[in-house]
Nanobody
Framework: QVRLVESGGGLVQPGGSLRLSCVAS?????MGWYRQAPGKQRELVAA???????NYADFVKGRFTISRDNAKNTVYLQMNMLKPEDTAVYYC?????????WGQGTQVTVSS
């Protein structure tokens, strides 16, 4: 199993930036960020492999950057040019032997 601990959420103005962090209790191949707004389905934001390959949802491309520090088992999500529609709970995710593991979630609120 793996435990994921997130941090970095908060309240930010439209156009502002936040940096989310997720620390895993062990090394994992793929780590990703998902988000879920009230009444909405959880959706993939970005993912990254241990080798550095990345994948982004269209709605964040050019604004968000995912990165990782394998030595620290940590993944980051740099969020720039934030929009009100980015408001959601952001969850860190990984998969081990067909099982999904999730962090506790961190709230991101984009509002004037």
């Amino acid at each position: 199993q793996v435990r994921l601990v997130e941090s970095g959420g908060g309240l930010v103005q439209p156009g502002g930036s936040l940096r989310l962090s997720c620390v895993a209790s062990r090394s994992v191949f793929t780590m990703g960020w998902y988000r879920q707004a009230p009444g909405k389905q959880r959706e993939l934001v970005a993912a990254i492999t241990s080798g550095g390959s990345t994948n982004y949802a269209d709605f964040v491309k050019g604004r968000f950057t995912i990165s990782r520090d394998n030595a620290k088992n940590t993944v980051y999500l740099q969020m720039n040019m934030l929009k009100p529609e980015d408001t959601a709970v952001y969850y860190c995710n990984t998969v081990l032997i067909f099982t999904n593991y999730w962090g506790q979630g961190t709230q991101v609120t984009v509002s004037s």
